[in-house]
């Protein structure tokens, strides 16, 4: 399913999200000017949901790049770990930290394979090479034009072949390697806003006053109850004056699988002029995200996902044009 957006209404800003401290008593000049500089108002501006479906690279979405992996990565890890350090795997730590890596997720994995009488493990990694490797998995070795029962079972009496035993695991393990380096890079399709129609007067309300008086920021949290954790940067993209612009970005932060405990995404600085933008015009939300770690015990299905939920802090006056 298409990603989800939620955008509130905010059409009753004036009302129920003004705090406390504005004085509405205290009305003058021809425009309405509530509050002053210390005043602080706060409403939330939209809900994002990115589901499994929006989570992909050239393999697929999260689902099925997550199943791949698991057939390539040993049933237990090393250690007794937990979780997969995609981070290590892909090299984010560097060259010889994959390397030493990815070596000990392999020797697991033969050791894993060579102690199974019953194949099981083996079976799984042929069943995935005939469905999408066949063609280039040792093809001297191997039948390509036969079913997939029958290509189980040439190509574990090959494995099991003192002759052809060392060729096969060698290249078992370099399709493995290569998967598990290059292939847990993943996107998160961008949303696309076509704006947020509160209305102009609405709009000027929480962007315009005087901004030597006023500061604008934007704030929320996030939370995911998929098998992975991920670090995330997300930024509000537009066209401006003809050219591409990035209108707001966050810190990067991380998130980890705990939906009941949302992590909390830092506030950060807008300007009136970007927040007009997103506003008034068509903006781009980049997630920017890249995973850290995942968990292959733990379920996923499609109805899991990722939720945000941002907000607009105004601190000062705001203005009314009336």
Request: with cysteine; charged share 25%; aromatic share 8%.
């Given at each position: 399913m298409?990603?989800?957006l939620?955008?509130?209404?905010?059409?009753?800003?004036?009302?129920?999200c003004?705090?406390n401290?504005?004085d509405?008593s205290?009305i003058?000049?021809?425009?309405?000017?509530?509050?002053?500089?210390?005043?602080?108002?706060?409403?939330p501006?939209?809900?994002?949901?990115?589901?499994?479906?929006d989570?992909v690279?050239?393999?697929?979405?999260?689902?099925?790049?997550l199943?791949?992996?698991?057939?390539?990565?040993p049933s237990?890890l090393?250690?007794?770990?937990?979780?997969?350090?995609?981070?290590?795997?892909?090299?984010?730590?560097g060259?010889?930290?994959?390397?030493a890596?990815?070596?000990?997720?392999?020797?697991?994995?033969?050791?894993?394979?060579?102690?199974?009488?019953?194949?099981?493990?083996?079976?799984?990694?042929?069943r995935?090479?005939?469905a999408?490797?066949?063609?280039?998995?040792?093809?001297?070795?191997?039948?390509?034009?036969?079913?997939?029962a029958?290509?189980?079972?040439?190509?574990?009496?090959?494995?099991?072949?003192?002759?052809?035993?060392?060729?096969?695991?060698?290249?078992i393990?370099?399709?493995?390697?290569?998967y598990?380096?290059?292939n847990?890079?993943?996107?998160?399709?961008?949303?696309?806003?076509?704006?947020?129609?509160?209305?102009?007067?609405?709009?000027?309300?929480?962007?315009?006053?005087?901004?030597?008086k006023?500061s604008?920021?934007?704030?929320?949290d996030?939370a995911?109850?998929?098998?992975?954790?991920?670090?995330?940067?997300?930024?509000?993209?537009?066209?401006?004056?003809?050219?591409?612009?990035?209108?707001?970005?966050?810190?990067?932060?991380?998130?980890?699988?705990?939906?009941?405990a949302?992590?909390?995404?830092?506030?950060t600085?807008?300007?009136?002029?970007?927040?007009?933008?997103?506003?008034?015009?068509?903006?781009?939300?980049?997630?920017?995200?890249?995973?850290?770690?995942?968990?292959?015990?733990?379920?996923?299905?499609?109805?899991q996902?990722?939720t945000?939920?941002?907000?607009?802090r105004k601190?000062?006056?705001?203005i009314?044009?009336?």
């Amino acid at each position: 399913m298409r990603k989800f957006l939620t955008i509130f209404t905010l059409s009753l800003l004036a009302v129920s999200c003004i705090d406390n401290d504005y004085d509405l008593s205290d009305i003058d000049t021809d425009d309405i000017g509530i509050g002053d500089e210390n005043s602080v108002f706060t409403c939330p501006l939209m809900t994002l949901r990115v589901a499994v479906a929006d989570i992909v690279n050239e393999q697929g979405d999260l689902d099925g790049i997550l199943a791949e992996a698991d057939v390539w990565l040993p049933s237990r890890l090393p250690d007794g770990a937990e979780a997969v350090d995609v981070k290590r795997l892909t090299g984010g730590d560097g060259q010889q930290a994959q390397q030493a890596y990815v070596q000990t997720l392999l020797t697991v994995l033969q050791e894993e394979i060579d102690a199974d009488a019953s194949d099981r493990k083996l079976e799984q990694i042929a069943r995935q090479i005939y469905a999408e490797y066949r063609e280039d998995f040792l093809p001297d070795y191997l039948p390509v034009d036969v079913d997939e029962a029958e290509y189980i079972a040439a190509f574990r009496t090959v494995y099991h072949q003192q002759a052809t035993h060392d060729l096969i695991w060698e290249n078992i393990e370099l399709f493995a390697a290569r998967y598990l380096t290059t292939n847990l890079r993943i996107d998160v399709r961008p949303f696309v806003l076509s704006g947020i129609d509160v209305g102009a007067d609405v709009r000027d309300m929480i962007v315009g006053g005087d901004e030597s008086k006023t500061s604008l920021s934007l704030f929320g949290d996030i939370a995911t109850d998929l098998p992975v954790s991920f670090s995330a940067e997300p930024s509000f993209e537009a066209e401006v004056e003809g050219s591409d612009r990035t209108l707001f970005s966050f810190p990067s932060f991380t998130v980890f699988p705990t939906a009941e405990a949302p992590v909390e995404i830092e506030e950060t600085s807008v300007s009136a002029d970007a927040l007009t933008v997103i506003f008034d015009q068509e903006t781009r939300i980049e997630l920017n995200m890249q995973l850290e770690n995942y968990y292959p015990g733990r379920s996923l299905d499609l109805g899991q996902g990722i939720t945000i939920n941002l907000k607009v802090r105004k601190k000062g006056g705001l203005i009314f044009n009336v």
